[in-house]
């Protein structure tokens, strides 16, 4: 009786893998038709100015409207993408739409206190050649200042690949145009590479802002990343900030910024338009009741 269990336990396996294997070759295959199938979606998240909780900027987040899953988020895609290159159409369709969306914004009237909008990209994405000029590219066409771009990088591209990356980061800072390391702290920069690395900005892993209200240790960490990036004259913004108790945590400490469910969760274009009290069409509509 053990064995036949075993054995079909092994079938049901084999048959899940198999399943898996092919949904993945699946997805790869119609992640190169996504772009040109226009099936990619932006999703806006504001970012905030922790003492008054005024929203200062927006990261772009994308979505994959699948013509058969429905809309899928990064963490379905996002990797396949990067193993299959497709990574590189879909980072410059997010470059190019978050860009022109948000020259948008700034143009209308009540868009002015939005200061930038922060753009993931992947390493593959910011390796592959003509990079830089791309970006120089897109805001050229889509007239919008450098300062408002903030380019979200991880740890590891700016830990490996030292010399061109460090080089082409370099040149986008001498455009402008602003980096931050994304997820900081769960990556393996030491802190003499952290204070000569080209970059602006340390954004906190949700990771380390979870636990800060029930574990001192955590608070105690969180605090002295806040510290580190004051003493490296470098922005920090807290990611994940879920509840109240964050906020006054990580304003109380001094950390300046902050994103997270608290505030909002990513929305769309004309959500945002809609708080801005700038409609679809691009007129101001005057703040009813709200
Ligand atoms: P990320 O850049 O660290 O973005 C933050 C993620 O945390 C987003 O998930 C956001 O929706 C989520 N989040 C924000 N606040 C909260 C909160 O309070 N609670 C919880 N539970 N989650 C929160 P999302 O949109 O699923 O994106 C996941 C990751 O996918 C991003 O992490 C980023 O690494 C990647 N990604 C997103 N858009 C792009 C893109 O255009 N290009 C590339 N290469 N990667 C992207
Ligand atoms: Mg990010
Ligand atoms: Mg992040
Ligand atoms: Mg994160």
């Known amino acids: 009786v053990a064995k036949t269990d075993g054995k079909r336990t092994w079938r049901l396996y084999r048959d899940e893998l198999h399943q898996e294997m092919i949904r993945r070759l699946e997805m790869r295959s119609a992640l190169v038709e996504a772009v040109p199938g226009d099936q990619m979606r932006l999703r806006y998240q504001p970012i905030v100015d922790l003492p008054t909780g005024e929203m200062i900027g927006l ?139 080209p970059v602006d900005v340390l954004k906190i892993d949700k990771s380390f802002i979870d636990d800060i209200l029930h574990s001192a240790q955590q608070m105690a960490l969180v605090e002295t990343i806040v510290s580190l990036a004051r003493t490296l004259e470098l922005n920090v913004v807290a990611e994940g900030i879920e509840l109240d108790g964050h906020r006054a945590a990580l304003a109380a400490m001094g950390c300046p910024y902050g994103q997270g469910y608290l505030f909002s969760k990513p929305v769309t274009a004309d959500e945002i338009g809609a708080r801005l009290g700038i409609s679809t069409t691009g007129t101001t509509v005057t703040p009813s009741s709200k």
């Open 59 to 197: 990261e772009a987040l994308v979505r994959w409207q699948h013509p058969l899953r429905g809309l899928l988020g990064p963490n379905e895609f996002i990797e396949l993408s990067e193993e299959n290159g497709s990574v590189v159409a879909i980072g410059g369709w997010v470059l190019r739409e978050a860009l022109e969306t948000f020259a948008g914004w700034r143009a209308a009237p009540g868009g002015g206190s939005l200061k930038y909008i922060s753009v993931n990209v992947s390493a593959r994405q910011f390796r592959a050649p003509g990079f830089v000029d791309q970006v120089r590219e897109v805001l050229a066409e889509t007239g919008a200042r450098p300062e408002w771009l903030l380019l979200e990088i991880t740890e590891s591209l700016v830990l490996h690949d030292a010399d061109q990356v460090w080089a082409d980061l370099r040149e986008l800072r001498a455009m402008g145009i602003r980096i931050a390391i994304d997820d900081f702290g769960t990556g393996y920069s030491s802190l003499s590479y952290l204070s000569q690395m």
